[in-house]
RNA sequence: GUGGGAGUAGUUCAGUUGGUUAGAACGUUGGAUUGUGGUUCCAAAGGUCGGGGGUUCGAAUCCCCUCUUCCACCCCA
């Protein structure tokens, strides 16, 4: 007892409420997916290395964790390798590397995107596409925790591969919609376009910085214009540019306004003007669903862009700041780093853990009570929970939740028990009511208690519940 | 990976310029005439003060290291 058990830092133990909360969220966006035709899958807690490394960039393969080989496991290790790296103290990042390969082959997932485009490749010949599918599972990231931000953590994701219609892209923003209007929160999506990104850099005369450009563009609305733009001259951007962007960039105006400011500015470029249809294009077919939550162009909207293509799409909360609660976008070649290219795929992602989060802090769950127990028989004795048994049997069978209690402690403690498990009937049937062929039924509440027959015992309850 | 705050009973926290057996509240357990909960009253249990090292006659308190956690950055759900 000296030493206290724990868990790894950033995972969480969950009891029965926040329990019945997660499946309560599963459920919904479950549901959702399901109402849109979309399939279930699951794919292996662990992937081999292979799958996972080099498709989350290298702050990401950072961040996934390996799994260590079973048995000996050092007895892969090629000594002589390692010891003439490690001569060099620069080399202790390619050491790390080196001896990761040598001791681990498989990791825990990062995320059920990469995991997702394997199965297509692996599974090709039993699909038939448009494969639209939703997977929920956890994903592991070897993250430092902090706010809204664990180790492991729930995805929900829907995908549909194999299309390239923006009728897919709409299609999900509904999704979007109709989930978080189920929930009851209070959001706004966010789109933009990555070719209107490579767009906005062609036309300023960036070259080939798009990396750096989106990377110090996704953070305007934290540090604004102007860190940006300091961050944009150290990456070698000229002011020139900058000059020209701020006033694309900074534009307030309404989607319809935004757009024409960005028609003048993108002609020069065949990438922009094709990414600023497709929004055109998608933004006119949303207009048809009579959304509730809003939709809104954010060009500063980057997402790592380590595979997105074409549209991108994220979800803030506007009840509580935590990060974005959902996000995604399309990638046209997903698969073709394993063998299987020209596939294009459009997929968001629902962060639940986060979700939940916003939810809890504006107390936007529903009360839970219909898990709990209803009706708990107390224990008299061997002989009356004998009595009891056939009876709660019945009750159950008429579909109200009910349990005997185990052992024959006082009453005192029993009733205690329903108090704090919030079990509104409790009966009782001890040596008297036995005899007598009546149940004493206690309605916790009020306190209030009636004698009933053993055979209309089950109808009796009915009536109080 | 970088920077900052915090670690004292199950939980939330007190703990004076270093000074005797480290406190409270809530919770837990037991009791207040035998088969009746929530309120009340009484009592008890529970801490090598995150761990290790150092300074000191003496450390929860000062210094160093480490672990954990929270916050910010990087990045992200």
Known sequence: MNQKPSIPKGTRDFGPVPMMRRNYLFNTIRSVFQLYGYLPIETPAMETLDTLMGKYGEEGDKLVFNILNS?????????????????????????????????????????????????????????????????????????????????????????????????????????????????????????????????????????????????????????????????????????????????????????????????????????????????????????????????????????????????????????????SICGGGRYDDLTGIFGMPGVSGVGVSFGADRIYDVMEQINGFPALAQSGTQVLFLNFGFDEATVCQPLAGQIRAAGIRCELYPDPLKIKKQLQYADQNHIPIVVMIGETERNAGKAAVKIMSSGEQINVAFPDLTSEIRKII
């Open 71 to 323: 048995g000996d496991f050092a007895s892969g290790i090629n000594t002589e390798l390692l010891q003439k790296l490690i001569q060099d103290p620069d080399n202790s990042a390619l050491v790390s590397r080196t001896m990761t390969s040598q001791v681990s082959e498989k990791a825990l997932r990062y995320d059920l995107t990469v995991p997702f485009a394997r199965f297509v490749v692996q599974h090709r010949d039993e699909i038939s596409f448009p494969f639209k599918r939703y997977q929920i599972q956890p994903v592991w990231r070897a993250d430092r925790p902090q706010k809204g931000r664990y180790r492991e953590f729930y995805q929900c994701d829907v995908d549909v591969i194999g299309s390239d219609s923006l009728l897919n892209e709409a299609e999900l923003i509904k999704i979007i919609d109709d989930v978080f209007s189920k929930l009851g929160l209070n959001i706004v999506i966010k789109i933009n376009n990555r070719k209107i990104l490579a767009g906005l850099a062609e036309a300023s005369g960036l070259g080939d910085n798009l990396t750096d450009f989106t990377v110090a563009l996704d953070k305007l609305d934290k540090i604004g214009i102007e860190h940006v733009s300091k961050e944009w001259i150290s990456k070698g951007i000229s002011g020139e540019s900058i000059i020209k962007l701020t006033p694309i960039i900074g534009h307030m105006g309404s989607n319809t306004d935004k757009i024409s400011g960005l028609k003048d500015f993108l002609k020069s470029s065949t990438a922009g003007m094709k990414g600023l249809e497709e929004v055109e294009t998608l933004l006119t077919i949303i207009n048809r669903f009579n959304l509730n939550s809003s939709v809104e162009i954010d060009l500063t909207l980057a997402r790592g862009l380590n595979y997105y293509t074409g549209a991108i799409i994220e979800v803030k909360s506007l009840d509580i700041h935590i990060g």
